[in-house]
């Protein structure tokens, strides 16, 4: 025979069991459509700088292909002191079929000066004139000075199939809160 005592306890019991597994199941939905990302290193700045925290939406190109300007995480090929693959957060500047020039300081797109309100110091490094491959993305960090980036031939062209994400809204520092742009 149950007592009320023992009724109660079992009721609590499976209470405690389906939020745990409700916790679960949510926990693994939100992981799967989204990447907590922390920034560790300055080649974004001024649009991004070392421990700012992010949200990646890792369904987005799924759907479609990443776009000039956005800004992406991807796997690398460099690896971390400890080993692990190291993903890098750059800028997509050039898409596939596009013609990317950078002399003078300046970068152009199939002929055309890019506008880049997002940089702080406008002068870009490097002497390169190609024309991006498909499957491949060339990508910059906003802080040009100090970025390896798709000018480097160590990082080279950044290739699809190693896009996390994007990059869409920065949460911490709490007084920068917002959509990325």
Do not use: C
Not at 91 to 119: Q, S
Not at 122 to 137: A, D, Q, R, S
């Amino acid at each position: 025979m149950i007592t009320g005592g023992q009724k109660m306890n079992k009721e609590n019991i499976m209470e405690w069991i389906k939020t745990i597994v409700l916790s679960l199941v949510i926990a693994l939905i939100i992981t799967t459509f989204i990447k907590p990302t922390i920034v560790k290193n300055y080649s974004m700045i001024p649009t991004l700088d070392e421990n700012n925290f992010l949200i990646v939406n890792r369904l987005l190109y799924n759907r479609g292909t990443p776009q000039r300007g956005d800004i992406i995480v991807f796997q690398s090929p460099l690896k971390t002191p400890s080993g692990k693959d190291k993903l890098l957060i750059k800028r997509v500047i050039a898409v596939p079929g596009e013609e990317i020039a950078i002399k003078d300081g300046k970068v152009y797109i199939d002929g055309e000066h890019l506008e880049e309100p997002y940089l702080q110091d406008p002068y870009t490094e490097g002497n390169i004139n190609m024309v991006v491959p498909e499957g491949k993305l060339f990508t910059m960090g906003d802080n040009r000075r100090n970025s390896l980036d798709s000018r480097d031939e160590v990082l080279g062209l950044t290739s699809m199939e190693t896009v996390v994400g994007k990059a869409f809204i920065r949460l911490y520092p709490l007084n920068r809160i917002g959509i990325l742009h």
